[in-house]
């Protein structure tokens, strides 16, 4: 049975404000300006309505447009602070697609997007670890680290990757969290330096805070900018080279503490 | 260059030790019903061929 929300059953505040808290956590898990546009109005469309969507660096607003009667209403929200999450970005997608085929009604979309929000963990924590820390180490090979520079950038990503995992569970600072994961890392990277097992110890302990580089925020960066999202591609470079800083400030530190002079 | 040893190795150790600990604490504590959840949202994947069209 094909479900429209544009009866009076469905109030378009419930519904705006509905795509705002969708929005907030598209956009806080990961996805582009553009990925969130792009599904809001094919949901907006099941409401006979249009939408809007502004974004600013910590808050989202939308303004719901009702096709019939133009009647507009606004809302906003803080961007949900979760981790990046593909997992849940291409469950929301999804929803989206299941509302836009008529399959739900607004309140099974609303308890659905809670539910994705609050408890959608496919991967296993560990097999993510474990992937992390062969890309890692794969990392320092395709840099010309060798064999034995290899197990100890696996070494220092296997115990910064669970300490990074460990205090943002307990919802630490992400920049904190990325300064004292990268200066665990390095110290761990470092053994090269300090007991002489490796020919590249400067491999080892340049790749070894490699798996915290912000990646997903650079490339989204880029992809808003193409989009003409100057505002939110500003917002997550920034973001981003915050992170990069911390992770800088991570190293040296490992570096004086280390007493390793490289420069 | 031995007192970088060893502040290498206190380090380390440290690390380990509070991340071996942390694990053992949590697998403890955490219920066996919140480890893992799965969400499903099956849809028609026929619409998904105009995903990125505008």
Same mark, same amino acid.
């Given at each position: ?99 836009? *085929? ?57 115990v910064g990757?669970?300490f ?17 994961c990268?200066f665990i890392s390095?110290i ?13 110890? *400067? ?61 | ?14 690390s ?39």
């Amino acid at each position: 049975m094909t479900t429209t929300w544009s009866d009076r059953q469905c109030d378009k505040n419930d519904i705006c404000r509905f795509f705002t808290r969708y929005a907030s956590y598209m956009l806080g898990c990961g996805a582009t300006c553009q990925r969130i546009g792009i599904n809001l109005q094919r949901m907006a469309k099941v409401a006979d309505s249009t939408v809007d969507l502004i974004i600013l660096p910590s808050h989202i607003m939308i303004t719901l447009v009702d096709n019939q009667t133009g009647q507009a209403c606004h809302h906003s929200e803080t961007i949900a602070k979760v981790p990046i999450s593909y997992e849940i970005n291409t469950l929301l997608s999804k929803l989206s697609w299941k509302i836009a *085929e008529g399959d739900i009604s607004f309140p099974s979309a609303v308890d659905m997007l809670e539910r994705v929000v609050t408890t959608a963990r496919s991967l296993n924590p560990w097999g993510v670890m474990f992937m992390v820390v062969l890309a890692n180490a794969a990392f320092c090979r395709l840099f010309g680290g060798d064999i034995h520079a290899m197990a100890i950038v696996a070494g220092a990503t296997l115990v910064g990757y669970g300490f990074k995992n460990i205090l943002l569970s307990c919802h630490i600072d992400v920049k904190v969290v990325f300064l004292l994961c990268s200066f665990i890392s390095a110290i761990i990277g470092s053994a090269g330096y300090i007991f002489h097992v490796t020919p590249t110890p *400067e491999v080892a302990l340049g790749t070894s805070v490699l798996y915290l580089i912000p990646g997903i925020p650079y490339i989204n960066s880029i992809t808003d900018m193409m989009t003409n999202h100057y505002l939110c591609a500003c917002s997550r470079f920034m973001n981003a080279l915050l992170l990069t800083g911390c992770i800088a400030i991570g190293l040296t530190a490992a570096f004086l503490v280390m007493n390793i002079k490289i420069f | 260059m031995l007192t970088t040893k060893i502040i290498w190795l206190l380090i380390v150790s440290v690390s380990l030790v509070v991340l071996i600990g942390y694990i053992l604490y949590h697998e403890e504590n955490q219920l066996s019903g919140h480890r893992h959840h799965f969400v499903e949202i099956d849809h028609n994947d026929n619409f998904t061929d105009d995903d990125d069209v505008e």
